[in-house]
């Protein structure tokens, strides 16, 4: 019988009640290093994000009554508390592109019919199995993102701060839906079963979704024809350090393992850089370049004005 190899207890969820007060002054039109097309891929996977979050916190929610393994269940909650507080920052940060005149309410709306109809016809633990594959795609270009913080250098901090925030609650939280899923259906052949088979619906519908999206993005932002930085963008997000490439193929690998789980690749190192930081200082500003300066080597970075973190 294929079964997952659960690794529970290495979840370390945390629920920080942040506000980055995300305005158009904060977040430029072109705010992920001033480049058009790698920002409108961005933000064609950020607009389906706050219905996306509020999605997989309901499935949750649902299941919180039948999680059998206490931890699993406490994770839960908090996971579902996390993607409360993205979601609050992801609407403003997507208000603010709408401002800029790119028609992410648009695209959002069509997220929302989706989902929408996906839900009427996908019993719970189909749903489940759905947020269990998000989160594993969030938790993959988190991971990318937070070995590639160079990518960032021309993105401004407060962008970059709110960001990295959510890029380590991605990862502290990166195993719950997946255990809340394999607690749900029972685990075996038919857990795995259904994993496969929404994996093939959601990577069917959303991959090109969020590409058009893009595409659209880019013509009405008249980027088009800027060769430049679609060849910026090819780069970074085919070849190094190949965002798309490593989300949505290397890293779908593993995944499509009867045996896979979340934390067979254990990276809370990482984000212990910017929690140690955070836990000193209450500011995710302070710890995102606390975070920059460990990833740079300075291992014993502390975070600015602060006497030397362990
Ligand atoms: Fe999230
Ligand atoms: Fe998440």
Redesign the pocket.
């Known amino acids: 019988m294929a079964i997952a190899s659960r690794k529970l207890g290495f979840d370390e969820v945390e629920h920080r009640d942040l506000n980055f007060g995300m305005s158009p002054e904060t977040v430029p039109r072109h705010w992920f290093g001033n480049d058009p097309w790698t920002t409108h891929w961005m933000n064609a996977i950020l607009a389906a994000v706050p219905d996306g ?1 509020r999605w ?1 916190m309901q499935a949750t929610r649902k299941q919180l009554d039948n999680i059998h393994d206490p931890s699993v269940r406490k994770a839960a909650i908090g996971f579902i508390r996390q ?1 409360h507080t ?1 979601a609050r920052e992801h609407d403003a940060m997507n208000e603010a592109m709408v401002a800029h005149g790119i028609p992410v309410d648009r695209v959002e709306a069509v997220f929302k019919v989706v989902r929408q109809t996906l839900q009427r016809y996908l019993g719970d633990v189909s749903q489940c199995a759905i947020a269990a594959t998000f ?1 594993h795609f ?1 938790a993959v270009i988190s991971q990318v993102m937070l070995d590639h913080p160079e990518l960032w250098d021309d993105t401004k901090p407060e962008v970059s701060a709110m960001l990295f925030w959510h890029f380590v609650e ?1 990862t502290e ?1 990166k195993s719950v839906s997946f255990d809340v899923f394999m607690d749900a259906s029972g685990g075996g052949f038919r857990a795995y079963a259904i994993r496969m088979a929404t994996l093939a619906l959601g990577v069917a519908i959303f991959v090109p979704l969020v590409h058009g999206n893009w595409l659209y993005f880019l013509w009405k932002d008249r980027q088009l024809s800027n060769v430049a930085s679609a060849l910026r963008a090819a780069k970074t997000l085919f070849l190094s350090p190949g965002i798309f490439t490593r989300a949505f193929v290397i890293e779908t690998l593993p995944f499509l393992s009867p045996r896979f789980h979340p934390w067979d690749t254990d990276n809370r190192e990482v984000i212990h850089a910017w929690k140690r930081a955070y836990e000193e200082t209450g500011d995710a500003h302070q710890a995102y370049q606390a975070f920059r300066q460990w990833h740079a080597g300075d291992r014993n970075a502390a975070p600015v004005g602060h006497a030397a973190a362990a």
Do not use: A, D, Q, S
Request: hydrophobic share 10%.
């Open positions: 979050e997989v993607e993205h989160e969030t991605e939280h």
